[in-house]
T-cell receptor, first 114, second 109 residues
Framework: NAGVTQTPKFQVLKTGQSMTLQCAQD?????MYWYRQDPGMGLRLIYY???????DKGEVPNGYNVSRLNKREFSLRLESAAPSQTSVYFC?????????????FGPGTRLTVL | RKEVEQDPGPFNVPEGATVAFNCTYS??????FFWYRQDCRKEPKLLMS???SGNEDGRFTAQLNRASQYISLLIRDSKLSDSATYLC??????????FGTGTRLQVFP
């Protein structure tokens, strides 16, 4: 049981390049999330998916797109990277079970945009 | 005003000390409350949920005060391994969790 996995762990991009961050969970959770974490800002929600086939914008969606490929996988795409997107990106999935509601995070992707 | 506010710290305490963190939330419709722990350069992990009646897990006690809209975390007999950032998390009747920016705790020998 791997939990939530993310790839890559580290990435350096040049301004204008594109890339996709991959996320997968093997816990059969319906809800999945993408966050970014910056110093002093805490975790900010980029996009989330309440169930397979649905996605919704979070607090900071501009510059990003997502795909909920199936129940396991939720990817985040940067179409044209900007230095302001330098951050640590976390994917998460959530049980949503009453009394045992827990959000599990992947290990994160450290992205630098030059 | 942020929806969830925490004192960033750091709180520097000696081993064995008792330390308490508070967190305030602005939306009275908030339904669920949690404390997460995040170690340096790692992902956040659930420490404990916070229930209306208060709850305890070993050395950790969480309290909720709905009237004043704050939650608290008390750590007794601090260990070096408790050094981390503690994130306050709030949920309304949505699928989204709102994270505070965290309170940093440093326990020294």
């Amino acid at each position: 049981n791997a939990g939530v996995t993310q790839t890559p762990k580290f990435q350096v991009l040049k301004t204008g390049q594109s890339m996709t961050l991959q996320c997968a969970q093997d816990m059969n959770h319906n809800s999945m999330y993408w966050y970014r974490q910056d110093p002093g800002m805490g975790l900010r929600l980029i996009y989330y998916s309440a169930s397979e086939g649905t996605t919704d914008k979070g607090e900071v969606p501009n510059g990003y797109n997502v795909s909920r490929l199936n129940k396991r996988e939720f990817s985040l795409r940067l179409e044209s990277a900007a230095p302001s997107q330098t951050s640590v990106y976390f994917c998460a999935s959530r049980t949503g079970l009453a009394g045992r509601d827990t959000q599990y995070f992947g290990p994160g992707t450290r992205l630098t945009v030059l | 005003r942020k929806e969830v506010e925490q004192d960033p710290g750091p709180f520097n305490v000696p081993e064995g000390a008792t330390v308490a963190f508070n967190c305030t939330y602005s939306n009275s419709a908030s339904q669920s409350f949690f404390w997460y722990r995040q170690d340096c350069r790692k992902e956040p992990k659930l420490l404990m949920s916070v229930y209306s009646s208060g709850n305890e897990d070993g050395r950790f006690t969480a309290q909720l005060n709905r009237a004043s809209q704050y939650i608290s975390l008390l750590i007794r007999d601090s260990k070096l391994s408790d050094s981390a950032t503690y994130l306050c998390v709030v949920n309304r009747i949505t699928d989204k969790l709102i994270f505070g920016t965290g309170t940093r705790l440093q326990v020294f020998p």
